[in-house]
């Protein structure tokens, strides 16, 4: 009986194999009548508004009118699956998220990389900020920020792939301990991990927790006192300022409009043409209106 | 000493009926608590919005104020009926295979896999689908691949185990005098079960649909996967789809204000629909006995 259960089991494992080696070959390549994927992030993204406001798909008002059709994904590695799988698809991401599956557009002829985001030939780029109660921030978090806002910090941000800031003084540790909680942005989370471990090292009685929930989810905590520091992948609104937030640029990241690999059309695009895809003026890789 | 053994019994019994009582009252306790804050939350939200601009309203932008979930309720009956079109007569024909036609040898290894698949978890069939369905579904119609097409198909899959085992044990239930009369009438063996029993299980049959149904409509994670999310009334099988889960589900870590109030309004809505379906379960139930 029991060979039997192990036989099916294992034939329905080949089976599905068989099935995803099946699909791996199916598509390549595109032409200039195909249509484009037009692919986006959720509303409320902070990545999202970051793209539309720098690549002012808005209308007259300021409102984000994205074309209604376009795919919405909630997070970069659907957005980076979604655009390694379908050699239509067009999407965007954060610059430190870049890898190998997928190519990278050139904006205006311009590659994107942390060097030419720094340099400012690349213009697609927006702040990672962290707020924070001033006058109840714990010493243990004030040193934390202090981390971040230092030489060392800074290296590391560099080294993740993002745009450091600019600083003078160097991080010496005060040897602290207790706790620091951080939240927010899902984008500025894979940096302050980082940034985390390496606060660890050097005070070995911290423990720093990160924790993703989105920006504004990361203020509402950092307002209302669940976490010691707020994460937002956009500006502080003043709304929040309002509520008693200090705001801090910690980084900068560039945003990354990524194509497949295979796709030799969208290799170099301008931000007209970027606008246009994402207005929904421009649907085929044509690129004609 | 027979007297006293009796009053320690008696003691333990009632003990145990209160703490039986108490567990019985935790979970209505629980359904009580998400009922009121839900409504309670949801509902000024629509009043706010007006509940024909969010019922009925075809746009969603919640940057413009603009709260119409009208393509999510339309998302999420098509997405569930495109399952139930596809589910049910593979459902059924298993159920009827494995409560009629199947060798035991057999049965003993379909059963266990079969609850083995409910107790997949949604977010592996989402990867499923985005891996195997939607490049097939891409190569074979254009486009993304994601969409209403792609989203049925895998629901249609995941509602399997409830309905068969629903219907199995519903034909199963039916007496053994029904498939006899029928033989004894000269009836094949293919013709007593299709034409006695099936139509005599009618009942249970119909309330395993709509346990799938339940499944289907509140299904959120692996349908966030493959049904590309834009917030617009789908116009073919292959375009995009945002069910009212994968509404809540996608915005909620970056909503503030009366955005997240709307969404818990949707919630609301859907919390509605799942009511309606569990009310007619057992109606359906009940006319069964």
């Known amino acids: ?289 | 000493m027979s007297d006293k053994r009796y009053t320690i019994n008696r003691i333990s019994d009632r003990t145990m009926h209160i703490l039986f009582f108490i567990c019985a009252c935790t979970s209505i306790f629980a359904v009580a608590v998400i009922c009121i804050f839900i409504f309670a939350k949801g509902l000024p939200a629509i009043g706010e919005i007006g509940i024909f601009e969010f019922l009925g309203g075809t746009e969603w932008r919640p940057g413009q104020e603009k709260f119409g979930i009208l393509p999510m309720i339309v998302g999420s009956i098509y997405v569930t009926a495109g399952a139930i079109i596809i589910g049910v007569p593979i459902g059924l024909l298993c159920a009827v295979f494995m409560s009629k036609f199947c060798p035991k040898w057999l049965y003993k290894i379909i059963k266990p896999l079969i609850e083995l698949m409910a107790g997949i978890p949604s977010i592996v069939y989402g990867f499923f689908g985005i891996v195997v369905i939607v490049p097939q579904l891409r190569s074979l119609f254009g486009g993304s691949g994601k969409g209403t097409l792609a989203a049925s198909i895998l629901l249609g899959i995941m509602i399997l185990p409830t309905l068969v085992s629903v219907i199995e044990s519903s034909l199963n239930a039916v007496p053994e005098s029904y498939y006899e009369g029928a033989l004894a009438l000269g009836a094949t063996h293919e013709r007593s079960v299709f034409f006695t029993v099936l139509p005599a299980a009618k009942s249970g049959i119909l309330a395993g649909v709509i346990l799938g149904i339940g499944r289907a409509i509140g299904e959120t994670m692996a349908v966030v996967m493959v049904a590309g999310n834009s917030p617009v009334i789908p116009e073919s099988l292959t375009s995009n789809v945002r069910t009212l889960t994968a509404n809540i589900v996608l915005e909620m870590n970056y909503a503030t204000d009366l955005h997240e109030d709307a969404l818990i309004a949707t919630a609301a809505v859907l919390f509605i629909f799942i009511l309606l379906i569990n009310v007619s379960f057992s109606l359906f139930r009940k006319r069964k006995g």
């Open chain 1, 1 to 289: 009986m029991k060979l039997k259960k192990l036989t099916a089991l294992f034939m329905v494992a080949v089976m599905g194999m068989t099935m995803i080696t099946g699909c791996g070959s199916s598509d390549e390549g595109i032409t200039k009548d195909t249509e484009i994927t037009v692919i986006s992030r959720e509303e409320g993204s902070g990545t999202r508004d970051a793209f539309v406001e720098l690549f002012e798909i808005t209308d007259a008002d300021g409102n984000d009118i994205t074309v209604a059709t376009a795919e919405q994904n909630s997070s970069t590695s659907v957005v980076i699956t979604t655009v390694k799988d379908n050699p239509a698809a067009i999407g965007y991401i954060s610059l430190g998220s870049l890898n190998d599956d997928i190519k990278a557009v050139k904006v205006d002829g311009v590659e994107a990389t942390a060097e030419n985001v720094k340099n400012g030939t690349y213009k697609v780029s927006r702040p990672f900020n962290v707020a924070y109660k001033e006058d109840s921030l714990s010493q243990v978090a004030a040193d934390f920020m202090k981390y971040v806002l230092s030489t060392q910090g800074q290296a590391v941000v560099t080294a993740e792939g993002y745009i450091a800031i600019d600083v003078t003084d160097d991080y010496v540790s005060s040897n602290l301990s207790g706790t620091v909680k951080i939240s927010g942005s899902t984008s500025v989370a894979p940096v302050m991990k980082v940034l985390a471990e390496e606060y660890e090292g050097l005070n070995p009685n911290v423990d720093v927790q990160v924790s993703e929930g989105g920006s504004s989810a990361g203020m509402t905590n950092a307002i209302e006192g669940v976490s010691d520091i707020g994460m937002a992948s956009r500006a502080v609104k003043d709304s929040e300022i309002a509520k008693g937030l200090t705001s801090a640029q910690i980084a900068i990241d560039g945003i990354a409009v990524i194509v497949n690999e295979n796709n030799e059309l969208g290799e170099t695009l301008t931000s007209e043409q970027i606008k246009g895809i994402y207005k929904g003026e421009i649907t085929k890789w044509s690129l004609e209106d």
